[in-house]
């Protein structure tokens, strides 16, 4: 279970908490959703619980251990917006052994496998794989560091319709194995396999039932 209770971050400079007491509970084998405008805090989010920002206040907690930068560095794996940006490696190999070169063949074909690329030779370029393959991609980078919790920064962002449903069904098979909290600025489909879902706005986190964005306003007549 992941649990946030308090958590605040509210750095010197801003006059404004960017995150506000957020309350948050997540089983183990579940898929959260967490939906909220543009600069609403998503990102910031992930980032505290990827251990690359400082929460102000607050506890963070996996299980019974309360979770230090340290540990969330080690425990959580981030996906960040736009991954294939960040591709460094010539090849799927070089970009999946990236920090990690003991990594053996058995945790890379696990991971590739995974993702649905255990077909793709380990000796192509990241660069020449389809936009949805290099998401995938970007997710065995994570998976295969074995992560507590998977962080996923608009997964979806800037995919055609049909990659888009291949990801998300892909995302809905990794629930499986891994616990996964998703951030998005629009619910559209991802909302359809989400767990438990919440709003965030200006940096408050309300919980919400995923079915309640899925609904369609009532049309007026007369
Ligand atoms: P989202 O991902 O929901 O679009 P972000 O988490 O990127 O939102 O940003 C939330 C708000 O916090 C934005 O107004 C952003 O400019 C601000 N922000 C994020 N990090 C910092 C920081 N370290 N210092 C000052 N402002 C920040
Ligand atoms: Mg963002």
């Not at 425990?75 to 460094?88: A, N, T």
């Not at 999946?96 to 590739?112: F, T």
């Not at 998976?143 to 996923?152: D, N, S, T």
Request: proline share 7%.
């Amino acid at each position: 279970m992941l649990y946030l209770k308090n958590l605040t971050y509210h750095p010197a400079a801003t006059p404004h908490a960017i995150l506000k007491a957020i309350n948050l509970e997540l089983a183990p084998q579940q898929i959260g959703v967490i939906v909220g405008p543009s600069g609403s805090g998503k990102s910031t989010l992930l980032e505290i619980l990827a251990g690359l920002a400082k929460k102000t206040s607050g506890t963070l907690h996996w299980r019974d251990q309360e979770l230090t930068p340290d540990h969330l560095q080690q425990l959580s794996g981030l996906v960040f917006q736009f991954p294939e940006r960040h591709f460094c490696g010539n090849t799927i190999l070089a970009e999946l052994r990236l920090g990690h070169p003991e990594l053996g063949k058995e945790r890379i074909d696990q991971a590739m496998t995974a993702v649905g690329l255990g077909d793709i030779p380990l000796s192509t370029s990241p660069r020449s794989l389809s936009g949805g393959q290099q998401r995938r991609l970007a997710l065995a980078v994570q998976l295969i560091r074995q992560p507590y919790v998977l962080l996923l920064d608009e997964p979806t962002a800037g995919l055609d319709w049909s990659m888009r449903q291949q990801l998300i069904g892909l995302l809905g098979e990794l629930k499986k194995d891994w616990t996964l909290l998703i951030v998005s600025h629009e619910p559209g489909e991802i909302i359809r396999i989400a767990d438990r879902a919440w709003r965030l706005d200006h940096g408050e986190l309300f919980p919400a039932d995923p079915a309640s964005f899925l609904a369609q306003p009532a049309a007026v007549s007369g």
